[in-house]
């Protein structure tokens, strides 16, 4: 059997390919700032009702990087628009 087309030339344009490919992630991997965002862990409870509701807004929303946290601070976002006598009306009409 015979083992076309492996002469010595071919060989070492792949070097070369696969070298620049290298050096190229490596350029892009530099430029890459990390997150001046320090994120912190809270624990809190949430009754089986309100998690599956978090659930749900999560696949309704279909944005594919969204996740649990993001779901909250998106909440968080609009009841910050709310103005105090509307935020006080929907925090009471949860505390039921």
């Excluded at 492996?6 to 991997?29: C, H, M, P, W, Y």
């Excluded at 909440?75 to 935020?87: D, K, R, T, Y």
């Amino acid at each position: 059997m015979a083992l076309k087309g492996l002469k010595k030339s071919e060989q070492v344009s792949n070097d070369e390919i696969i070298e620049s490919f290298i050096q190229g992630a490596t350029k892009r991997v530099k430029k890459i700032e990390p997150s001046q965002q320090n994120y912190k862990r809270y624990t809190f409870s949430l009754t089986e009702d309100v998690n599956q509701q978090i659930d749900t807004l999560l696949v309704n929303c279909r944005v594919a990087k969204a996740n649990r946290s993001i779901i909250l601070k998106a909440a968080i976002s609009q009841l910050e628009n709310l103005s105090a006598e509307e935020l006080q009306k929907v925090v009471l009409d949860h505390t039921k």
